[in-house]
């Protein structure tokens, strides 16, 4: 093949790539709703296990591929085989409790009793820590990353449902949540540097308070600046419309702890950082309503480098209030109650009832700003991270952490009845998946290697016209992430070895599966994910193919 042809080629999929994940509308919320279940329910049927057979202690290989299954296959199988049935996949993860139930418990050895005197002695040297680790917070960030990392590889595939892509304008996907549920998880825990604050009684002064978040914040700069230098370098397939033209989520992740150390100020006013993101989200709104703010995002032409960077620049207002509300989550989350009269049951209810308030209030919120009869008619844009973006983010995750929480209080009691430090620590190990602790604990590590990875796997393979049963099995396989990536890459390779050499035909492989060149060629928004089962080649590659070129 000439220079010419391949050079021709690489053009022509390149279009292919970006076409393939621009102009979508997205999907309903319900079904997203229904999609992200999954997580839960796979920690019904984990911590069923947990609580009734001691299946994961000791946490032995079976143990490790059971907990790898439940908590990330399930979550692949869901934006995947089961897109088009996720409650059906959610009645078959919860199903099985019943029988779980029904078997009896294992024999242990009982645990030594310590003498009074001693346990006295330990409580008195053991001191309470006032934000300690909760089951039910590490478990939200773990299914959400573990969300993230699949979805940025498998959205590159056909077997990824195209309604769960980023949405070009208006509308709501499943990606689209995850993006914001990124900067609200980090909000929540961004809060236990403020609680610590709190808990001293000594506030940094706003010099000291800029130059450690301008600290934290460069690492993530740096990461962005060389994202930018890959992509631009590598001619990288990329959605401009996303983010703009040079800026990426990663300059959004690092200017927010700049900021947020100005909002600080703001707080003494508004003593609520709730308060402040509806009214920062608020602000926001108005302007673009009463400005021409929003079609200067929309359709303004890129002729300098703030046109050039509109959609990152300008959204950047929306995942600061939503990062806000996160910090206000994170605030009455992971502090131990103050009162020392309170029971851990009562205080459990608690938190509880606030959980639910604050996701009733984000919901009602969110349908007031978008119902057509009652509310101001908006729709949901993450490209502009609008109000109706920012309360549908709050609202979901709120729920996520509530139903997280509720599973975690009905199948562990004893984490929010223990007494002294060394029963916490106990109760967090045992009621804590170690796979999603893992994705808890190298968030920002992981996030950048599954970033890395994918770029490395959609330089080296046609990721459009890979086998749907690889796809499937390099993800659904039980090894860590980066694992399945690298034998994705290996199917790839193979693949593509065996096609140069002709050792086999298009024919051959796909007698009945043709694609068709119209729908490659239009970017169709369809979700093609069921259609697509087999090798599937652009139409210059499958043109050289048959003619013994290639």
Request: glycine letters at 6%; one cysteine or more.
């Amino acid at each position: 093949m000439s220079r010419a042809a391949a050079a021709a080629m690489a053009a022509s999929y390149k279009s292919l790539k970006e076409d393939f994940v621009s102009n979508l509308a997205g999907g309903e919320i319900g079904e997203i709703n229904w999609v992200t279940g999954v997580a839960p329910s796979a920690l019904v049927l984990w911590s069923a296990l947990q609580s009734r057979q001691s299946f994961f202690k000791p946490y032995t290989p079976l143990a490790f591929a059971v907990d790898f299954l439940l908590n990330v296959c399930a979550i692949l199988l869901a934006i995947t085989l089961y897109s088009n049935k996720p409650a059906l996949l959610n009645i078959l993860l919860v199903a099985p409790v019943a029988a779980i139930y029904a078997i009896p418990r294992p024999h242990s050895a009982k645990k030594a009793k310590v003498p009074p005197s001693k346990q006295k002695q330990t409580k008195k040297a053991e001191v309470e820590n006032p934000l300690p680790k909760k089951p039910f917070v590490t478990i939200y960030r773990g299914a959400m990353l573990v969300v993230t990392c699949v979805a940025i590889l498998a959205v590159d595939f056909r077997i990824f449902p195209r309604r769960f892509a980023k949405v070009e304008t208006w509308g709501t996907s499943l990606m689209d949540v995850g993006v914001g549920s990124f900067v609200f998880s980090g909000g929540v825990v961004a809060a236990r540097t403020l609680l610590k604050e709190q808990l001293t009684g000594k506030a940094m002064p706003l010099s000291t308070r800029l130059y450690g978040s301008v600290r934290h914040s460069l690492p993530l700069i740096v990461l962005g600046l060389v994202r930018l230098y890959t992509v631009k370098g590598l001619d990288y397939a990329e959605h401009v419309t996303e983010y703009g033209v040079h800026w990426n989520f990663f300059f959004t992740m690092g200017l927010l702890p700049p900021f947020l150390a100005l909002f600080q100020t703001a707080f003494q006013f508004l003593p609520s950082y709730a308060g402040l993101a509806i009214l920062l989200g608020t602000a926001y709104q108005i302007v673009l309503d009463s400005t021409d703010l929003t079609s200067y995002v929309l359709t303004a032409p890129r002729t300098n480098l703030l046109s050039k960077n509109r959609e990152g620049i300008f959204s950047f207002f929306g995942y600061l209030a939503i990062f806000l509300a996160g910090q206000s989550t994170g605030m009455f989350v992971l502090p131990r109650s103050t009162s020392s009269a309170a029971s851990g049951v009562a205080q459990r209810k608690r938190l509880l009832l606030t959980l639910s308030a604050w996701s009733v209030v984000w919901i009602a919120l969110y349908c007031l700003t978008t119902n057509y009869t009652y509310g101001f008619n908006l729709s949901v844009s993450r490209r502009l991270a609008n109000l109706p973006y920012i309360l549908w983010t709050c609202a979901f995750n709120c729920s996520q952490i509530t139903a997280f929480c509720l599973v975690e209080t009905i199948f562990f009691p004893q984490n929010y009845k223990s007494t002294d430090a060394k029963a916490e620590k106990e109760a967090y190990e045992t009621s804590t998946s170690r796979v999603l602790d893992a994705f808890n604990r190298n968030g920002l590590a992981l996030f950048l290697v599954a970033n890395l990875l994918t770029g490395l796997i959609n330089l080296t393979i046609p990721t459009l016209h890979i086998y749907h049963v690889y796809t499937l099995c390099n993800q659904t396989i039980g090894v860590p992430v980066p694992a399945r990536r690298i034998l994705t890459l290996a199917f790839g390779l193979l693949e593509g070895s065996l096609m140069r050499r002709s050792v086999i035909s298009i024919d051959d492989l796909c007698p009945t599966a043709r694609i068709k060149e119209d729908d490659i060629n239009s970017g169709s928004q369809e979700d093609n994910s069921a259609e697509y089962t087999i090798l599937e080649l652009a139409p210059a590659q499958r043109l050289l193919a048959e003619t013994g070129q290639m």
